[in-house]
């Protein structure tokens, strides 16, 4: 069964400091892996994702995330935070179909 | 161009009351979801639909009901609602299934409380 593991519940970043949100999967085929974000009370918003082909991705808001195979991981990176980044990121998974899994959720803090 | 519209964003029921969580899209998008999201646990597919009259189980059904009389519309239903359905309910809908246009739009949500 496909599933999505993020490791950490919560990060705080200072503004301007650099940010990598980790993001493990399982699943049996060629995945689909996306990154959402959601900020309070709205609902999700696609960052980016990857299908094939460049297993560098690059997003909105300047957000890239790399897919390493070998490692199962798809992890979130950007590497200068803005107070405005503040929110929860969600990794998800899924194939052909669309039937995403989702993660738990990273909560993203950032202090000034 | 409103996109995915949930209805209503807050409500508390009492044990046992039904209700309906409507959404509606304008996108013309055949496949719709609704999910349930509860802290630190992400989001739980409960029902989907691939069009208009098709409806399928996604991980946590039990409790609810669903319909697809439109394109536009797929209503969320609880007949006896429990507390363990208080949880924040989102509908989202796609393209159909082409890798390069897989993306998820996401209503506001509804946040429900069963007490």
């Known amino acids: 069964a496909q599933s999505v593991t993020q490791p950490d519940i919560h990060i705080t970043v200072s503004e301007g400091a650099s940010l990598e949100l980790r993001c493990n999967y399982s699943y049996g085929a060629t995945p689909y892996l996306f990154w959402y974000v959601q900020s309070p009370g709205q609902g999700l918003q696609l960052l980016l994702k990857?299908?094939?082909?460049?297993?560098l991705v690059q997003g909105i808001k300047g957000f890239e995330a790399e897919f390493k195979r070998s490692q199962s991981s798809f992890n979130l990176r950007k590497p200068s935070v803005h107070w405005s980044d503040a929110a929860e990121y969600f990794c998800?998974?899924?194939?052909?179909?669309?039937?995403?899994?989702f993660g738990a959720g990273t909560i993203l803090r950032v202090k000034s | 161009n409103a996109g995915v519209t949930q209805t209503p964003k807050f409500r508390i029921l009492k044990i046992g009351q039904s209700m309906t969580l409507q959404c509606t899209q304008d996108?013309?998008?055949?496949?719709m979801y609704w999910y349930r999201q509860d802290p630190g646990m992400g989001l739980k597919l409960i029902y989907y639909s691939v069009g208009a009259g098709i409806t399928d189980k996604g991980e946590v059904p039990n409790g609810y009901n669903v319909s697809r009389s439109t394109t536009e519309d797929f209503p969320l239903r609880l007949e006896l609602a429990a507390p363990s359905q208080t949880s924040v309910y989102f509908c989202?809908?796609?393209?159909?299934?082409?890798?390069?246009?897989?993306?998820?739009?996401f209503g506001s949500g509804t946040q429900l409380s069963v007490l």
């Open positions: 998800a998974v899924g194939g052909y179909g669309n039937k995403l899994v």
């Open positions: 989202a809908s796609s393209y159909p299934p082409r890798p390069t246009n897989e993306k998820l739009f």
């Open positions: 990857y299908f094939s082909g460049d297993t």
């Open positions: 996108m013309n998008h055949n496949y």
